[in-house]
C-alpha cells in the first residue's frame, strides 16, 4: 500500500532526518581530523586515529565509562524488575485502591524537569542520612537508587502497553489448566513478554548512561560518572578526543541496532514461512 | 466418520530451534515450582495470606512503596527547606522546627525565599524566559516532527518500521554528546554559519552559538524524537477510509487533514508537546551549553543557586514555583496519555 | 439434526429423581451498575451438552466465567458435582475451558500446550506422554507434536485448543464460542466431530455460542439469554416449536407475530380475534392466560402455505397480496400484505421445477393448520 505522500511531507522528512543525523556524522567526520580545531579540516594529515589513542590512554575516561557501565547495569536490573511489578499491577489488577496515584508516580518522573528530581532526590539523601543514617554520604548507592527511580517509569510504561495487548486468555488458559498466580506469571506471562523486558532493560541502561543533572545532585565526591566528565572536558569547548568517544558510541549502538534489526527480520521471515506452510497443509481439508 | 486428513510432509516438519533463554526459563520456572509447592513455603503462604499479603499485594506494594519513597517523599522534603533558611552547614539550612524548651515546639516558616524570587528581577525574568523557549521549541519541534511523524505513518510497512528505528536511534546515544556537536556546528566559521551567509540570510560569519537561536535548535534537536513518537502512533492509528471517505464527499486534502487528520490526532499532539515542554521548561544542559549569558533559563539558574552559590532552600523554592507552574501541563500529559493508552477496566 | 443424538432418548431433566450435575443457584453478577447475570438458576445434568445461547452482551460468557472461576458471583451459589465450586479459584476446579480466542500459548509446542494442564498436576512424565499421545490422536492430529501454534492452520489450532482442555479429564468442559474462528465450511464439519468427541468420552459440556444454527446442532438443550436472565430452557425442538415468549419465537427462527386478543377460552382449544389478521384464529390447545389478556399468536413462515385457490379449509385462512419474493434455490420466500396492511413471511420448499409459482402483485390465499400456532402472552 502505498499512500500518497506529498513533496511537503517528503521534503520535511528529509530536512527532519537530515537535521537529526548531521550533528552525529559530524561528530564522525571530525573524530578523524588532525587538527584541534572543529572547522578547519587539516587535509594534510587527515584522516588520523590520534585521538582514538589519546582516548585509550586517557585513564580517567576510561575509569569513569566502567563506574557508569556497571550503575546502568545495576539500574536497568532494578528498574526492570520494579517497573514489571509496577506494569503488571496497572495492567491486570483491575480498579485497585490507590490505582490513580500509582499511575500518577509512574508517569510523573518521565516528564519531571530533571533539575527538580535531582534537587528532591538530593534532599531526600541528605535527611536520611540524618534521620535514619543511610544511605551514609552520596555516591554510587545513591547514583543507582536516583536512577532507578526515575528510569523505572519508563520501564512500566512498556511493560504496561505490552501487557494490555497480550491476549489476557492466556493468562486464564493456564490458570483453568491449574496453574496458580505466580506460576502462570513465570511461565506464560514472562516468556511471552521477554522482548518487551529486555526492550525495558535497555532503555532503562541508556537512561542511566546518558544521565548527567541527576547524577550531578546526588554522587559524591569519589564517583564521577561518564556524563558528569564530558560535560566537565566540553565545558572548556571542542575537544576532538570527545568527537572520538562520540563515534565510538555511535558505532557500539549502531551495530546493536543493525544486528537486532537483522536478527528480528530473519525471525519475522521465518515466521511468514512457518506460517504459509501451515495454510499449505490446511489446504484440501479440515 | 472418515476423514482424509493431510498430512504435509514434504520436506521435514519444521522443527523449531528453541531460544537459549527459554531453556534457562524452564530450568527456572522448574525450580521455582518446586519451591513453591514445597510444604513450608505454602504454610508460610497461607500464613502470609491471613494477614492479608497475597502475591497481588505484594506485586503492588513493591514499587508503589519505592516511588512513594524516593519520588514523592523528596518531593515534601524540597517543600519543607524552601521555607527554611540558609546556613553555612551542612546541609546548608537551618530546621524548621525548633525546640525552643522542653515543651514548646518553634516552627520557622521562612517565606524570605519566595519573597526573594519575586523582588529579584532575575528569578522572574529567567522563569518567564524558560517558559517562552520551550514553548517556541515545541512548537518548532511539532511543526518538524508532524509532516515527519505523518509521512512515516504513511510509508509501506516495511519502511516504516526502519525510518521509525531511524528516529529512535540518536535517542539511544548520548544526549550530552549531541548536543556538545552542536557546538561545534554552530561556532564561528562553522558549516552552518557559512551556509548561512551563502544563503544571505546573515552578513558576515558570526557565532550563533551564545543565542537563543542556539538553544532552540539544541531543544529542538535533543527532544524530536520525543515530538515524533506519540505523533506516530496517532496517526497510524487513523484509520484511512475516514480521508477517504471526507474526499468522496468532496472535501479537499487541506480541507480534509485540518477537520479529520487534525483533531483525531490531538491526543499524540498533546502528548508530544508537553514530552517536549515540560522537560525543556527545567533544561539545564542545553542552555549552559549553547545559551548565552542572556539566554537565562530557570533550570540553569537552580543549577547555579545550589551548586555555586549553596543556597539551598532559594533552589528548593525556585524548584517549588517551577513545580507549580509545570503542574497543570503535567496533568494534561497524563490525561492524553491515559486516553491513548486504551481502556482500563 | 439434533434428533440424531443418541442421549437424547434419556433425558434426565423430565425425571423429577435426576440429581443435577452443575447446579447454578440464584447467581448474580454485577460490574459496577450494570448487571450482568441477574438471579440465574439452572441445572445441568451429567453427559448433556448444554448451550447458552444469546446476543453479545446478554450475560452467557460471564455466567461461563463464573463456572471457570474467572469471576466470583456477586450473589449466590455454584456447585459442581455436589461440591460447592463458588470460592474455589480457577486453578483448583476440576472444571476446563476451551477459550475463543483458542489462547494456545505462544511459545511452546503442541505437546507442551497439551500436556500443560497434566504438568501442574504433577502427573508422571511416562503417563503425561501418554495421554498426551491419546487424546491427539482422538483429535487426529498426531505428526504435529513437535509444531509452534503460528505453524498450525485456523482448524488444527481449534483441535489442540480442544484437546488441551480435554486431557485432563474435567468434570466439565466450557466452550467459548468453540467454532466461531472458523470459517463456514470447516464449521459445519467440526460441529460433528464434536459431537462425536463428547460422545466418546461422555464429557459433560456447556457452550456458549451466538449462532442458533450452532446451538441446534450441539445441543441436548438450550437456554436462552437476554439481558441476564435465562428466558426458557429446553431441548431445541422445544424451544423452536414451543418458545414461552415473543423475545424467544424471535430469536430463534424467523416468526410471524399477530397482536390479538382471546374470544373463546376453552380447556381444549381457543379462538384469538386479531385485527391484524382481519379475522380469528383458532388454535388446538388450551391457553392459560387472563380473559381479554393482549396475547400474541406465533406462526413460522414454513407453516405458512400459500396458494391461488381458497384451501378447503374453514379456521386459518386470509387473503393477501404479493408484495416481494426472493427466490434462494432450495426455497422461495414471500411477503404478503393481508388486507389490515400486515405483512406475512411465508417461505415455500421449492420441491418442483415449475415456473408457474405466485407472482407480485397476484391475490392469494394464506392457510396454516391449527396446530402451528403458539400463543405467547409476553
Known amino acids: 500500500?502505498?499512500?500518497?505522500?506529498?513533496?511537503?511531507?517528503?521534503?520535511?522528512?528529509?530536512?527532519?532526518?537530515?537535521?537529526?543525523?548531521?550533528?552525529?556524522?559530524?561528530m564522525v567526520v571530525y573524530s578523524f581530523n588532525y587538527s584541534k580545531l572543529v572547522t578547519v579540516w587539516d587535509t594534510a594529515n587527515s584522516p588520523t586515529l590520534k585521538w582514538y589513542t589519546a582516548l585509550l590512554a586517557d585513564e580517567q575516561v576510561l575509569n569513569a565509562a566502567k563506574l557508569s557501565l556497571r550503575i546502568a547495569a545495576i539500574n536497568a536490573t532494578g528498574a526492570v524488575i520494579l517497573g514489571t511489578l509496577a506494569g503488571l499491577a496497572l495492567a491486570r489488577f483491575g480498579r485497585f485502591k490507590g490505582r490513580t496515584l500509582l499511575t500518577g508516580l509512574t508517569t510523573a518522573p518521565m516528564v519531571m524537569p530533571e533539575v527538580i528530581t535531582g534537587l528532591a532526590m538530593l534532599l531526600l539523601f541528605v535527611?536520611?542520612?540524618?534521620?535514619?543514617?543511610?544511605?551514609?554520604?552520596?555516591?554510587?548507592?545513591?547514583?543507582?537508587?536516583?536512577?532507578?527511580?526515575?528510569?523505572?517509569?519508563?520501564?512500566?510504561?512498556?511493560?504496561?502497553?505490552?501487557l494490555l495487548t497480550l491476549d489476557e486468555s492466556l493468562e486464564e488458559a493456564a490458570m483453568d489448566l491449574g496453574a496458580r498466580p505466580a506460576k502462570v506469571?513465570?511461565?506464560?506471562?514472562?516468556?511471552?513478554?521477554?522482548?518487551?523486558?529486555?526492550?525495558?532493560?535497555?532503555?532503562?541502561?541508556?537512561?542511566?548512561?546518558?544521565?548527567?543533572?541527576?547524577?550531578?545532585?546526588?554522587?559524591?565526591?569519589?564517583?564521577?560518572?561518564?556524563?558528569?566528565?564530558?560535560?566537565?572536558?566540553?565545558?572548556?569547548?571542542?575537544?576532538?578526543?570527545?568527537?572520538?568517544?562520540?563515534?565510538?558510541?555511535?558505532?557500539?549502538?549502531?551495530?546493536?541496532?543493525?544486528?537486532?534489526?537483522?536478527?528480528?527480520?530473519?525471525?519475522?521471515?521465518?515466521?511468514?514461512?512457518?506460517?504459509?506452510?501451515?495454510?499449505?497443509?490446511?489446504?484440501?481439508?479440515? | 466418520m472418515v476423514i482424509v486428513e493431510p498430512v504435509?510432509?514434504?520436506?521435514?516438519?519444521?522443527?523449531?530451534?528453541?531460544?537459549?533463554?527459554?531453556?534457562?526459563?524452564?530450568?527456572?520456572?522448574a525450580a521455582l515450582s518446586a519451591?513453591?509447592?514445597?510444604?513450608?513455603?505454602?504454610?508460610?503462604?497461607?500464613?502470609?495470606?491471613?494477614?492479608?499479603?497475597?502475591?497481588?499485594?505484594?506485586?503492588?506494594?513493591?514499587?508503589?512503596?519505592?516511588?512513594?519513597?524516593?519520588?514523592?517523599?523528596?518531593?515534601?522534603?524540597?517543600?519543607?527547606?524552601?521555607?527554611?533558611?540558609?546556613?553555612?552547614?551542612?546541609?546548608?539550612?537551618?530546621?524548621?522546627?525548633?525546640?525552643?524548651?522542653?515543651?514548646?515546639?518553634?516552627?520557622?516558616?521562612?517565606?524570605?525565599?519566595?519573597?526573594?524570587?519575586?523582588?529579584?528581577?532575575?528569578?522572574?525574568?529567567?522563569?518567564?524566559?524558560?517558559?517562552?523557549?520551550?514553548?517556541?521549541?515545541?512548537?518548532?519541534?511539532?511543526?518538524?516532527?508532524?509532516?515527519?511523524?505523518?509521512?512515516?505513518?504513511?510509508?509501506?510497512?516495511?519502511?516504516?518500521?526502519?525510518?521509525?528505528m531511524l528516529v529512535m536511534l540518536p535517542f539511544w546515544t548520548s544526549f550530552l554528546l549531541r548536543v556538545y556537536a552542536w557546538i561545534g556546528l554552530l561556532g564561528r566559521n562553522s558549516p552552518v554559519n557559512q551556509l548561512l551567509v551563502w544563503l544571505g540570510l546573515i552578513d558576515e560569519p558570526g557565532s550563533l552559538l551564545q543565542t537563543d537561536w542556539a538553544v532552540y535548535i539544541g531543544i529542538v534537536y535533543s527532544y524530536l524524537p520525543f515530538m515524533v513518537l506519540p505523533l506516530y502512533t496517532a496517526i497510524e492509528k487513523l484509520d484511512m477510509t475516514l480521508l477517504e471517505a471526507?474526499?468522496?464527499?468532496?472535501?479537499?486534502?487541506?480541507?480534509?487533514?485540518?477537520?479529520?487528520?487534525?483533531?483525531?490526532?490531538?491526543?499524540?499532539?498533546?502528548?508530544?508537546?508537553?514530552?517536549?515542554?515540560?522537560?525543556?521548561?527545567?533544561?539545564?544542559?542545553?542552555?549552559?551549553?549553547?545559551?548565552?549569558?542572556?539566554?537565562?533559563?530557570?533550570?540553569?539558574?537552580?543549577?547555579?543557586?545550589?551548586?555555586?552559590?549553596?543556597?539551598?532552600?532559594?533552589?528548593?523554592?525556585?524548584?517549588?514555583?517551577?513545580?507549580?507552574?509545570?503542574?497543570?501541563?503535567?496533568?494534561?500529559?497524563?490525561?492524553?496519555?491515559?486516553?491513548?493508552?486504551?481502556?482500563h477496566r | 439434526m439434533s434428533a440424531l443424538r443418541p442421549q437424547e432418548k434419556l433425558k434426565p431433566w423430565t425425571d423429577p429423581a435426576a440429581v443435577p450435575y452443575v447446579r447454578i443457584e440464584r447467581v448474580t453478577k454485577r460490574f459496577g451498575d450494570f448487571v450482568a447475570v441477574n438471579q440465574v438458576s439452572l441445572?445441568?445434568?451429567?453427559?448433556?451438552?448444554?448451550?447458552?445461547?444469546?446476543?453479545?452482551?446478554?450475560?452467557?460468557?460471564?455466567?461461563?466465567?463464573?463456572?471457570?472461576?474467572?469471576?466470583?458471583?456477586?450473589?449466590?451459589?455454584?456447585?459442581?458435582?455436589?461440591?460447592?465450586?463458588?470460592?474455589?479459584?480457577?486453578?483448583?476446579?476440576?472444571?476446563?475451558?476451551?477459550?475463543?480466542?483458542?489462547?494456545?500459548?505462544?511459545?511452546?509446542?503442541?505437546?507442551?500446550?497439551?500436556?500443560?494442564?497434566?504438568?501442574?498436576?504433577?502427573?508422571?512424565?511416562?503417563?503425561?506422554?501418554?495421554?498426551?499421545?491419546?487424546?491427539?490422536?482422538?483429535?487426529?492430529?498426531?505428526?504435529?507434536?513437535?509444531?509452534?501454534?503460528?505453524?498450525?492452520?485456523?482448524?488444527?489450532?481449534?483441535?489442540?485448543?480442544?484437546?488441551?482442555?480435554?486431557?485432563?479429564?474435567?468434570?466439565?468442559?466450557?466452550?467459548?464460542?468453540?467454532?466461531?474462528?472458523?470459517?463456514?465450511?470447516?464449521?459445519?464439519?467440526t460441529q460433528f466431530e464434536l459431537i462425536n468427541i463428547q460422545e466418546t468420552l461422555g464429557v459433560t459440556f456447556v457452550i456458549v455460542t451466538h449462532d442458533q444454527e450452532e446451538a441446534m446442532t450441539l445441543a441436548s438443550r438450550i437456554g436462552v439469554m437476554n439481558q441476564g436472565e435465562i428466558l426458557q430452557t429446553g431441548t431445541p425442538t422445544d424451544i423452536y416449536e414451543y418458545p414461552t415468549s415473543k423475545y424467544v419465537a424471535d430469536f430463534i427462527g424467523s416468526v410471524n407475530m399477530f397482536e390479538g386478543r382471546l374470544v373463546e377460552d376453552e380447556p381444549a382449544h381457543v379462538r384469538i380475534e386479531s385485527a391484524e389478521l382481519g379475522g380469528t384464529v383458532y388454535v388446538d390447545h388450551g391457553v392459560s392466560s387472563a380473559p381479554d389478556a393482549t396475547v400474541w399468536v406465533a406462526v413460522r413462515p414454513e407453516k405458512v402455505r400459500i396458494d391461488r385457490e381458497r384451501p378447503d379449509q374453514l379456521d386459518n385462512v386470509f387473503a393477501g397480496t404479493v408484495k416481494e419474493i426472493a427466490y434462494l434455490g432450495d426455497v422461495s420466500r414471500y411477503l404478503v400484505a393481508l388486507d389490515s396492511g400486515k405483512l406475512v413471511r411465508v417461505t415455500q420448499p421449492n420441491t418442483d421445477r415449475r415456473d408457474d409459482r405466485v407472482t407480485w402483485e397476484e391475490r392469494v390465499w394464506l392457510s396454516w393448520s391449527p396446530s402451528a400456532n403458539v400463543v405467547v402472552t409476553q
Open chain 3, 43 to 189: 441445572d445441568i445434568y451429567k453427559g448433556e451438552a448444554f448451550c447458552l445461547l444469546g446476543p453479545s452482551g446478554c450475560g452467557k460468557t460471564t455466567l461461563l466465567r463464573m463456572l471457570a472461576g474467572f469471576e466470583q458471583p456477586t450473589e449466590g451459589r455454584l456447585f459442581i458435582d455436589g461440591q460447592d465450586m463458588t470460592a474455589i479459584p480457577p486453578y483448583e476446579r476440576p472444571v476446563n475451558m476451551m477459550f475463543q480466542s483458542y489462547a494456545l500459548f505462544p511459545h511452546m509446542t503442541v505437546v507442551e500446550n497439551v500436556g500443560f494442564g497434566l504438568r501442574q498436576d504433577g502427573i508422571p512424565k511416562a503417563e503425561r506422554e501418554a495421554r498426551v499421545a491419546e487424546i491427539l490422536q482422538l483429535v487426529r492430529l498426531t505428526g504435529f507434536d513437535q509444531r509452534k501454534p503460528h505453524q498450525l492452520s485456523g482448524g488444527q489450532r481449534q483441535r489442540v485448543a480442544l484437546a488441551r482442555s480435554l486431557v485432563k479429564r474435567p468434570k466439565l468442559l466450557l466452550l467459548d464460542e468453540p467454532l466461531g474462528a472458523l470459517d463456514k465450511k470447516l464449521r459445519e464439519h
Open chain 1, 127 to 162: 535527611a536520611m542520612q540524618t534521620l535514619v543514617g543511610w544511605p551514609a554520604g552520596r555516591g554510587v548507592t545513591t547514583i543507582t537508587i536516583a536512577h532507578i527511580t526515575f528510569s523505572m517509569a519508563y520501564v512500566t510504561v512498556v511493560i504496561q502497553s505490552r
Open chain 2, 246 to 343: 471526507a474526499s468522496d464527499l468532496g472535501c479537499r486534502p487541506t480541507r480534509a487533514f485540518l477537520s479529520i487528520t487534525l483533531p483525531l490526532t490531538r491526543e499524540g499532539i498533546v502528548a508530544g508537546c508537553m514530552l517536549v515542554f515540560i522537560p525543556a521548561t527545567g533544561e539545564f544542559v542545553i542552555p549552559s551549553l549553547l545559551g548565552g549569558p542572556d539566554s537565562l533559563m530557570i533550570g540553569r539558574v537552580l543549577w547555579e543557586e545550589f551548586f555555586n552559590n549553596r543556597d539551598w532552600p532559594v533552589a528548593s523554592a525556585v524548584a517549588i514555583v517551577l513545580l507549580l507552574l509545570l503542574v497543570g501541563p503535567i496533568m494534561l500529559f497524563q490525561r492524553a496519555q491515559q486516553a491513548a493508552g486504551g481502556v
Open chain 1, 185 to 286: 506469571f513465570f511461565v506464560i506471562t514472562l516468556p511471552i513478554i521477554f522482548p518487551a523486558i529486555l526492550s525495558g532493560w535497555l532503555l532503562a541502561f541508556t537512561l542511566s548512561w546518558d544521565d548527567l543533572v541527576i547524577t550531578s545532585f546526588v554522587s559524591g565526591p569519589g564517583s564521577t560518572t561518564l556524563p558528569q566528565l564530558i560535560f566537565s572536558k566540553v565545558r572548556l569547548g571542542v575537544n576532538p578526543s570527545i568527537n572520538a568517544l562520540a563515534t565510538v558510541m555511535v558505532a557500539v549502538v549502531a551495530s546493536l541496532v543493525v544486528v537486532a534489526g537483522v536478527w528480528m527480520q530473519r525471525q519475522e521471515r521465518r515466521r511468514q514461512r512457518d506460517v504459509q506452510m501451515a495454510l499449505a497443509t490446511n489446504q484440501g481439508g479440515a
Open chain 1, 1 to 26: 500500500m502505498n499512500q500518497r505522500r506529498s513533496f511537503f511531507v517528503l521534503t520535511a522528512m528529509a530536512f527532519g532526518f537530515a537535521f537529526l543525523y548531521i550533528p552525529i556524522l559530524s
Open chain 2, 35 to 164: 519451591l513453591l509447592g514445597w510444604g513450608p513455603v505454602r504454610a508460610a503462604q497461607s500464613r502470609l495470606k491471613e494477614w492479608g499479603l497475597t502475591g497481588r499485594v505484594a506485586v503492588t506494594a513493591v514499587p508503589y512503596l519505592w516511588l512513594l519513597v524516593f519520588f514523592l517523599a523528596p518531593f515534601l522534603i524540597v517543600l519543607k527547606i524552601s521555607f527554611s533558611s540558609v546556613e553555612i552547614a551542612m546541609p546548608p539550612f537551618a530546621p524548621l522546627v525548633q525546640w525552643a524548651s522542653d515543651k514548646v515546639m518553634l516552627v520557622r516558616l521562612n517565606l524570605g525565599n519566595f519573597m526573594f524570587l519575586w523582588e529579584d528581577s532575575l528569578y522572574l525574568s529567567a522563569l518567564l524566559n524558560s517558559l517562552k523557549m520551550a514553548a517556541v521549541s515545541t512548537m518548532l519541534a511539532l511543526l518538524i516532527g508532524y509532516p515527519m511523524a505523518y509521512g512515516i505513518a504513511r510509508s509501506e510497512r516495511h519502511w516504516r518500521n526502519i525510518l521509525l
Open chain 2, 8 to 29: 504435509c510432509q514434504r520436506g521435514r516438519d519444521p522443527v523449531v530451534s528453541r531460544p537459549a533463554y527459554l531453556t534457562l526459563g524452564e530450568q527456572f520456572t
